[in-house]
Nanobody
Framework: QVQLVESGGGLVQAGGSLRLSCAAS????????MGWFRQAPGKEREFVAG????????YYTGSVKGRFTISRDNAKNTVYLQMNVLKPEDTAVYYC?????????????????WGQGTQATVSS
């Protein structure tokens, strides 16, 4: 079992930044990949970024490449999503997720445990 708690959402103007955090407890944190997904109103949940167990591999969806950075601190059992140059279309509830494997993936089914979500709103 893995428990995940996100924090760091909020309201920001376009062009601004937010840093999301996700604290994990339960299984050995470095043994599994972590990911961030988001869900905008009326849309399906979509993959945003993922990171392998030791942080050596990261991957992003195309719309956030160059603007978002995923990282993890295994000593603190925490994964982060630094979001820069935010756009109104980034507005969504952001969820962190614990993968089934060390390297994870970009599919919903690659992830086993989910946080409750944190709202990020970008105004124009």
């Amino acid at each position: 079992q893995v428990q995940l708690v996100e924090s760091g959402g909020g309201l920001v103007q376009a062009g601004g930044s937010l840093r999301l955090s996700c604290a994990a407890s339960g299984r050995t944190f470095s043994s599994y990949a972590m990911g961030w997904f988001r869900q905008a109103p009326g849309k399906e949940r979509e993959f945003v970024a993922g990171i392998s167990g030791n942080g050596g591999r990261t991957y992003y969806t195309g719309s956030v490449k160059g603007r978002f950075t995923i990282s993890r601190d295994n000593a603190k059992n925490t994964v982060y999503l630094q979001m820069n140059v935010l756009k109104p279309e980034d507005t969504a509830v952001y969820y962190c997720a614990a993968a089934r494997t060390y390297y994870g993936g970009s599919r919903f089914s690659d992830y086993e445990y989910w946080g409750q979500g944190t709202q990020a709103t970008v105004s124009s």
